[in-house]
């Protein structure tokens, strides 16, 4: 019998990946994306980056994959991009410690920090606006600040997503843990869509070519 909250096709779909780990590395790129958040409150401001995460997953044909990996406590899907393999992952550990399971995923897979994307919200920012920001402080972010320890370096590129700063400071809690309003959630699909364009464009030129990764 399966584990507690974990199906049969789960159980299929995480021994595919552990399968996919351990045979010999294929000659195409391979990147993690991983979408920060905290599990749980998946309509979150705070979470948008795993919003962004479905996103992508659906373009890539992959919605129905998602499967629960305990080694690096998240959830997993895996996806083709042409030659390149992405691994999609959104964490389930809270989102001050994501890091962790990012860590643990990029050692499964044998990524260097380089080859790990981060998509997160961004209070710096209007809601709608992106930007891809390569390496870098943390900026106040905790989950990349957990990313940036856990991983021992600041080099991973990140995908900031705009939720806009609250006017008053002592509401900025509760505003990046409260739900998008009904006029956001209206600008939610083609902000999504754009962040999973950008993210792909991104990551097809640095699979080509010999300066893939630059």
């Keep these: ?23 010999p590395r294929p000659p ?4 993690l994306v991983a979408g920060l958040g905290n599990p749980g409150l998946p309509g979150t401001r705070h979470s948008v980056g795993m919003a962004v995460l479905g996103q ?7 919605a129905e994959s998602w499967a629960r990996d305990r080694r690096c406590a998240a959830d997993l899907a895996l996806a083709s991009l042409g030659d390149a393999q992405l691994v999609l992952l ?14 643990q995923a990029a050692e499964l897979f044998g990524l260097t920090a380089e080859e790990v994307y981060l998509v997160h919200d961004e209070l710096d920012k209007p809601l709608g606006k992106l930007a891809l920001k390569l390496g870098g402080s943390a900026r106040g972010h905790n989950g990349v600040r957990s990313c940036i320890s856990c991983l021992n370096s600041n080099a991973m590129p990140r995908l900031r997503v705009g939720i806009g700063r609250p006017v008053h400071p ?22 999504l869509e754009r962040a999973a364009d950008l993210l792909l464009d991104h990551i097809r030129q640095r699979s080509q070519g010999p300066l893939a990764g630059t």
Excluded: T
Aim: net charge positive; aromatic share 6%.
């Design 1 to 23: 019998m399966p584990p507690a909250g974990l199906s049969r096709a789960g159980l299929r779909l995480s021994w595919g990946m552990s399968r996919w780990v351990l045979e």
């Design 28 to 31: 195409g790129k391979r990147w």
């Design 56 to 62: 992508l997953a659906r373009r890539l044909g992959v």
């Design 90 to 103: 959104r964490p389930r550990r809270l989102m001050n410690v994501n890091g962790r399971s990012v860590a």
């Design 170 to 191: 002592n509401a900025v809690q509760a505003h990046v843990l409260g739900c998008f309003s009904p006029s956001e959630q209206e600008l939610l699909p083609p902000l």
